[in-house]
C-alpha cells in the first residue's frame, strides 16, 4: 500500500475501519446467537418462553455496552475531525473560487491557475468563495470536503506530505455540468514549487515526525 498522502488519511481510515469492525462483529454475533437460540429454545422441544422483564442485570448489560461503543465511536470521530478544522500556524493561503463550473486558484503573488499546485510538507489554507451557486470542494485522496455556500467564506486545511497528483472533485450537485466540475492537486517539492511560482515564497515547514 501507498504512504498516506496527508496524516489525516490515517485517523479518517482508523474511524472508518473501527465503525466498521464493530458493526461486523455485532452482526455475526447477533446472527450466530439468533440462530443458536432458534434450536436451543425451540417450543416445540417443551421450551416456555421466561419472563425477563426488570431484568437489572440484563438492562445495565443493554444499556452500558451500546452506550460505550457509541461514545468510543464519537470520541474517535470527533477527535479526527477536530484536526483538520483547526487552522494550522502559518500556512500558505491559496483563494479558491468556485463557479459552474469550475475551481479557481488565486495564490499571493496574484498567480492563478485552474489546477491547485502546492509544495510538500506545508500547511495549506485554502479560503473559499463562490461566485453563483452552491458548491463543495472534495480531496477523496485527503479524505477531506468542505461545503462552499454562496455568500460565505469558508476553510479547508490540510498538510499533503507525499508528492503527487490527487483529484478534485465538486461534491454539491451544482447544475448541468456538476458532474464534469474536476481538477486535481499537483502536490510537488520545494523547488519546484519556487520555479512554478516564480520566486517570492517562503516555504514555512511543518514538523512530520518520521517513521
Ligand atoms: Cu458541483
Redesign the pocket.
Known sequence: MSPAPTAHVESVDFVMLYIVAISVILLIGITVTMIYFVFKFNRKKGHQPVDIHGNLLLEVVWIVIPTLLVLSMFYFGYTSYREYRIKPDNPLVVDVTARM?QFTFKYGNGKMTDTLYVPVNTAIDLEMKSMDVN??LYIPAFRIKEDIIYGQTHHLYFTPKEVGDYDIA??????LN?AK?YTKVKVINDDQFTKWYGGNWQPVKTEIPKE
Request: proline share 0%; glycine share 10%; hydrophobic share 25%.
Open positions: 463550473w458548491h463543495c465538486c461534491a454539491e450537485y451544482c447544475g456538476h466540475m
